[in-house]
C-alpha cells in the first residue's frame, strides 16, 4: 500500500517505539454511519477497515470465501460481509442492529457505530448517534436525496449531531459525473437547511472502488476545484474537532457517581466531568442543595492531579464536609446549571408497549435516577415529512415533545448545551426495560415560581390531635372480590375504635371528582394517580384513608405508594380467583363484559397485575369478610398502631 | 498517564479509560452484588487496573472471581494470587463439582470440557453466590457477534442471552434496574481494541502472565497447533517429543488448549510490534471459535457462555 494515510507498516518494523508514542498520542472520533439498505453502508465500513489493515489474513481468507459463496459482488470481495455480524441477519444479508467497529489511522482512533437504514429502526439510530461526534449520510449517487436520507439527517441533527458528512456513494456507477453530484448536493442543501442543518460537507465516493476514501481519486479531477470541499473522507475524519474538545470550552460540570469512604479521614466523589475543567482551589457549588465548598484534590491512583478537563474520571475532595452524594452534579459556584420538575422534552419512544401519558417510570439524567411522569405529546414529527402531527401517545420509533414531570427536582442543562445533563432516558418499572430517550429543551417556568406553601400546623400536629397515626389502606382486587364490603367493615370497625377515617369507594369517585375519566388504559391510570393524590392530602390531614378500587395496574399502585410518607401504605390485596368474582357477578358487569357489551373490563379483556409483595393479602375463598375485616384491624393494630398505644 | 499539564483533548487511552471508569462506577452504584470476572488475561490484566483506578485509595468493592477449569498454564495461577493480593480484593476461585467428580478435561472430553468447566461452571458460581452484576473483559473488536453486544448484556435467570432482546445503550446511560433472578454482563472495555490493551498495558506498567513474553519452552505440535506442556498431565502421543521452541501466547486459556506462536519478542514493545505485523487474528490461537462454523461465538454466547 503507497497510501500515505496508512504508511505505518514500516514504521512498525523500524522503530516500534516511535510508532508507540505516535499512537499513544491519537485522539478518537466517534461517528456513525447511515443509509438505506443498498447504499453501501456496510462496504464503505469494510473498506475502511481493510485499508487501514484491521483486517487479519485468516478473516480474508473466511472473507474470500464467504464472497464467493454469499456474496453480491460476483467474484470480487464483497467488504459488507466484514461487518454483517449476527447469524440471521448474516442469511438475511441486513444488519438488524447497531454495531461498533474499530480502525485507526496514523492521527485517529476510530470507533463507528453501523445503523441500519430500516424505517423500522429509527431506536438503532438514535441509539448510535448518541454518542457520535460525527454523522456520514450515505447516499446512493444513482438514487439521489431519498426518504431515508432526510429521516437519517433529522435524527443525526435531532440528536445534536454538528457534523455532517454527506457522502455521495457509488459515484462509479453515474461515471463519476460531476453534474449529478451537484444536483444531489444541491438537493440536499435544501433541504437540510430547512431542518436546521447550518453546515454539512459533501463528498464524491465509491466504497466499492475506494476513490476519495484515502485519498483524492483521479476519476474525479473537478472534486479538487475550491468550489468543492477537496478532501478525501479519512482526511476529513482525521481533521475534525471532536464534542470533547467544545465541551472543554464550557462551565464545569460533573454528575457524582460514587462517593468514596474508605475510612474516616477521606470522603471523595467520583464522577466523569461532563464539561470544562477543574482545579484545586476552585470554587464549586452542589446542586441541588446549593451548598459551596473549594476543591482540594483531583485524587488518582497515579497521584494528585493539578487539573482535570471534560471527559476524564477523576475524585475530588472537598475542603469543607458538605453534604453531597449520588446524583448531585458538582459545578463552577458562579455558574450552576438549573434545577427543575417541570420540562419540555424531545422524547423516542423505543419500546413496543406504547407510552402511557401519566404513567411513572424511571427517568435516569447523569447520575439522578427519579420517578416521572409524561404528558401526552403536544405533537409528533413524521420523520419522513417532517410534519407535526397531532397524538395521544408515543408509539415503536415515533419521536414526540411532550411535558414531563418529575417527582424531585432535577439538576440540568438543555441538551443542545450540554449532552450529558441534557439526555435522559425512561426506564418500565414493571418490565425494567429502557423504553424512551428523550433531550430537555428548557424547564418551564412554573415549576420555578411555585413553591410549597409552608404550614405552620403540620401533619404530625393534626395527626396528633386525633390521637392516631394515619396511613392508607389500599384495597385492590378484581371487581366484585369484596373490597367495597371489606373496606366498610374495617372503616366500621376503625370508627368504634375511635379512629378519623375516610373510605374513597370507586363509584362514588366516578360520580364526582372522576367523572371526566372513562376506562381506557389511560383513563384508568388518571383516576387512580387522582385517587392516591386525594389520599396523600387526607393523610396530611392526619386521617386514616380506606380506598376500594380495583387498581389494576402494579405501577399505578407503586405510585400512590411512592405518594405516602415511609410505612403509611398498606397494600390490601382482595385476592378472588376470576371464576369466583365473575360467579358473584353482583352488578351483573361480567355477563356484560362477557357479552362484549362492556369494554376494557378488567380480568375480561383488560389485565390484572396481582400484587406482589402485598402488606395483607386476604383469601375470599377461605374467611368471611367479618373475619377479614378483623384480621385487617387486629394487623393494624398489632404492626402499625400498638408500638405507640 | 501525563500530569497537571493543561491540554486541549484527551487521547484515545484517556477517553477509553475514563468510560471504562465511568462504567465500573455505575455498576457499583446501582448493582445489589457484583463481581469481576478474572481470567487472569491481559484483558483481565486492563480490567482489574481500571477497577482500582475507579474506586483509589479504596480498593474496588467487590471480589474477584475465577471460574477455573485446573487446566489454566501454572503462571496463571501464580500471578491470579499476586494480583488479588496487590489489589486488596477478595478472590473467589470456582470448580464446578460435576466436572470435577467426572474427571471432565481437554484430551479426552473436547467441546465438553469448555462448556461443563466454563460455561456450567460460570453458571453456578453465579448463582452460588448471587452476584447480580458481573464484570467481563470482552471486547467488541475480538469476533463479529461481539460487535453488536452491549456494554450491560442481559442475561435471563437462565443466563440465557437473547440478542433479539437487548436494551438500547444511550449516550453514558446504563440501565442496570432487573428483575429478581435476572444478571446482567458488563464489558467495560467493550471499546478497546487489541493494540489498546497492549499500549495501555505498556504505559501503566500493568503485571501481566509473563507466557505473553518469548522463551524457550517444551512444546509439541498437534493439529496444526503449537502447544506447551505445562506439567505432566500432557498425554504424549505416540512419536511425540516435547521440543525446546521460542514461543509466546497471544491470548491465555487452557492451556492443552490454547496454541502458541514461534517468536522472539522479549518486551512490550517487541510483543506489540509483532502483535502489528502479524496477519493471523487473535482468538485464531484458540479452538473454542471453530465450533459450529463461523457462528461458533454466537450460539456459545446463547448457552450462557461469556
Known amino acids: ?645 | 498517564m501525563s500530569q497537571g499539564l493543561a491540554r486541549s483533548t484527551l487521547t484515545h487511552l484517556e477517553r477509553l479509560e475514563a468510560e471504562s471508569i465511568h462504567i465500573i462506577r455505575e455498576v457499583v452504584a446501582e448493582a445489589e452484588n457484583p463481581v469481576m470476572l478474572y481470567s487472569v488475561g491481559k484483558d483481565s490484566a486492563v480490567m482489574l487496573h481500571l477497577a482500582r483506578k475507579a474506586f483509589y485509595p479504596a480498593p474496588p468493592p467487590f471480589p474477584l472471581l475465577h471460574v477455573d477449569t485446573t487446566w489454566k498454564f501454572r503462571a496463571m495461577y501464580e500471578l491470579r494470587d499476586k494480583m488479588a493480593e496487590l489489589s486488596g480484593m477478595d478472590l473467589l476461585v470456582y470448580h464446578n463439582p460435576e466436572a470435577q467428580e467426572r474427571g471432565i478435561n481437554p484430551f479426552d472430553h473436547g467441546a465438553l470440557h469448555t462448556d461443563m468447566w466454563k460455561t456450567e461452571g460460570l453458571k453456578q458460581a453465579l448463582d452460588k453466590y448471587g452476584f447480580d452484576a458481573a464484570f467481563g473483559g470482552a471486547r467488541r473488536d475480538e469476533e463479529k457477534s461481539r460487535a453488536k453486544e452491549r456494554i450491560f448484556s442481559f442475561r435471563t435467570a437462565s443466563h440465557g442471552w437473547d440478542p433479539k432482546n437487548q436494551r438500547p445503550e444511550l449516550w453514558n446511560l446504563y440501565n442496570a434496574k432487573k428483575a429478581k433472578g435476572e444478571s446482567i454482563r458488563v464489558f467495560p472495555i467493550s471499546n478497546w481494541t487489541e493494540l489498546d490493551v497492549w499500549q495501555y498495558i505498556h504505559l501503566n506498567d500493568i503485571p501481566i502472565v509473563p507466557l505473553y513474553f518469548a522463551e524457550e519452552r517444551p512444546t509439541v505440535e498437534r493439529d496444526g497447533m503449537l502447544l506447551m506442556v505445562d506439567d505432566d498431565r500432557f498425554p504424549l502421543r505416540e512419536g511425540e517429543t516435547p521440543v525446546m521452541r521460542s514461543i509466546r501466547f497471544r491470548t491465555l486459556g487452557c492451556y492443552p488448549l490454547t496454541g502458541a506462536v514461534e517468536s522472539s519478542a522479549k518486551t512490550l514493545p517487541e510483543v506489540i510490534q509483532e502483535t502489528l505485523l502479524t496477519t493471523t487474528s487473535e482468538r485464531q490461537g484458540r479452538a473454542i471459535d471453530k465450533d459450529a462454523g463461523g457462528a461458533g461465538m454466537e450460539v456459545k454466547k446463547q448457552q450462557g457462555y461469556f
Open chain 1, 1 to 645: 500500500m503507497t497510501d500515505p494515510v496508512y504508511v505505518v507498516d514500516s514504521l512498525i518494523a523500524e522503530d516500534i517505539d516511535a510508532y508507540l508514542d505516535t499512537h499513544q498520542h491519537k485522539t478518537m472520533l466517534r461517528f456513525i454511519t447511515c443509509g438505506s439498505v443498498d447504499d453501501g453502508k456496510s462496504t464503505l465500513i469494510g473498506r475502511l477497515l481493510y485499508d487501514s489493515k484491521m483486517i487479519f489474513e485468516d478473516q480474508l481468507a473466511a472473507l474470500e470465501a464467504d464472497s464467493k459463496k454469499v456474496g453480491t459482488q460476483g467474484q470480487g470481495i464483497d467488504f459488507a460481509l466484514l461487518v454483517d455480524g449476527l447469524a440471521a441477519e448474516r442469511e438475511q444479508g441486513i444488519t438488524i442492529d447497531v454495531a461498533y467497529r474499530f480502525f485507526n489511522t496514523e492521527k485517529r482512533k476510530f470507533i463507528v457505530a453501523d445503523t441500519p437504514g430500516h424505517e423500522q429502526y429509527t431506536r438503532n439510530m438514535v441509539t448510535g448517534a448518541s454518542t457520535a461526534d460525527l454523522a456520514v449520510i450515505l447516499i446512493d449517487a444513482r438514487k439521489g436525496v431519498l426518504t431515508q436520507t432526510r429521516r437519517h439527517s433529522f435524527l443525526a441533527h435531532l440528536i445534536g449531531i454538528r457534523n455532517i458528512v454527506l457522502a455521495v456513494n457509488k459515484m462509479d456507477l453515474v461515471d463519476y459525473s460531476q453534474t449529478r453530484f451537484d444536483e444531489i448536493v444541491a438537493d440536499y442543501r435544501a433541504f437540510a437547511s430547512s431542518i436546521g442543518i447550518e453546515d454539512f460537507v459533501a463528498l464524491p465516493i465509491s466504497g466499492y472502488m475506494g476513490d476519495n476514501i484515502t485519498t483524492l481519486s483521479d476519476n474525479t479531477p473537478w472534486y479538487a476545484a475550491p468550489a468543492y470541499f477537496g478532501r478525501s473522507l479519512v482526511d476529513h475524519l482525521e481533521t475534525v474537532e471532536v464534542d470533547t474538545t467544545r465541551d472543554l470550552a464550557k462551565p464545569f460540570r460533573m454528575a457524582v457517581q460514587w462517593v468514596n469512604r474508605p475510612n474516616l479521614d477521606f470522603r471523595g466523589f467520583a464522577g466523569l466531568i461532563a464539561s470544562g475543567s477543574v482545579k484545586p482551589g476552585d470554587a464549586i457549588r452542589v446542586l441541588p442543595s446549593g451548598k459551596t465548598s473549594t476543591v482540594e484534590r483531583i485524587v488518582t491512583l497515579d497521584g494528585d492531579l493539578d487539573q482535570a478537563v471534560a471527559g476524564q474520571s477523576v475524585t475530588l475532595t472537598f475542603a469543607d464536609e458538605i453534604d453531597c452524594s449520588r446524583g448531585d452534579v458538582i459545578a463552577l459556584a458562579d455558574n450552576p446549571p438549573q434545577v427543575a420538575d417541570q420540562f419540555e422534552a424531545s422524547v423516542v419512544w423505543m419500546a413496543d408497549h406504547a407510552l402511557i401519558p401519566g404513567r411513572a417510570y424511571w427517568l435516569k439524567i447523569g447520575t439522578q435516577m427519579v420517578s416521572a411522569t409524561v404528558q401526552a405529546p403536544k405533537y409528533t414529527i413524521n420523520v419522513n415529512t417532517m410534519e407535526h402531527c397531532a397524538a395521544k401517545t408515543l408509539e415503536l420509533n415515533a419521536i414526540g415533545v411532550a411535558e414531563i414531570t418529575t417527582d424531585r427536582p432535577i439538576t440540568f442543562e438543555p441538551y443542545a448545551e450540554n449532552r450529558a445533563l441534557g439526555g435522559f432516558i425512561l426506564i418500565d418499572k414493571i418490565g425494567n426495560g429502557t423504553v424512551a430517550a428523550g433531550m430537555l429543551h428548557f424547564s418551564l417556568r412554573r415549576a420555578q415560581n411555585v413553591h410549597w406553601q409552608a404550614l405552620d400546623v403540620t401533619r404530625e400536629a393534626r395527626a396528633e390531635i386525633k390521637n392516631q397515626r394515619p396511613g392508607v389502606l389500599w384495597f385492590t382486587g378484581l371487581s366484585g372480590s369484596g373490597k367495597s364490603t371489606i373496606a366498610n367493615l374495617v372503616e366500621k370497625k376503625l370508627h368504634a375504635l375511635g379512629k378519623h377515617t375516610f373510605l374513597l369507594d370507586g363509584d362514588n369517585v366516578r360520580h364526582g371528582l372522576n367523572k371526566d375519566l372513562g376506562f381506557t388504559e389511560a383513563d384508568r391510570i388518571e383516576n387512580i394517580r387522582r385517587v392516591g393524590e386525594v389520599s396523600r392530602l387526607m393523610t396530611d390531614a392526619g386521617l386514616i384513608v380506606l380506598t376500594a378500587f380495583i387498581s389494576p395496574f402494579r405501577a399505578e399502585r407503586d405510585l400512590a405508594r411512592s405518594l405516602t410518607p415511609e410505612g403509611e401504605f398498606f397494600e390490601v390485596f382482595i385476592d378472588t380467583p376470576l371464576d369466583v368474582a365473575e360467579g358473584r357477578d353482583v352488578k351483573g358487569l361480567y355477563k356484560k363484559a362477557r357479552s362484549g357489551a362492556l369494554k376494557n373490563f378488567t380480568g375480561i379483556d383488560s389485565p390484572y397485575e396481582a400484587p406482589e409483595n402485598p402488606e395483607i393479602r386476604i383469601d375470599t375463598t377461605k374467611i368471611s369478610p367479618q373475619d377479614a375485616a378483623e384480621m385487617i384491624v387486629a394487623k393494624l393494630l398489632g404492626d402499625y398502631w400498638m408500638p405507640e398505644i
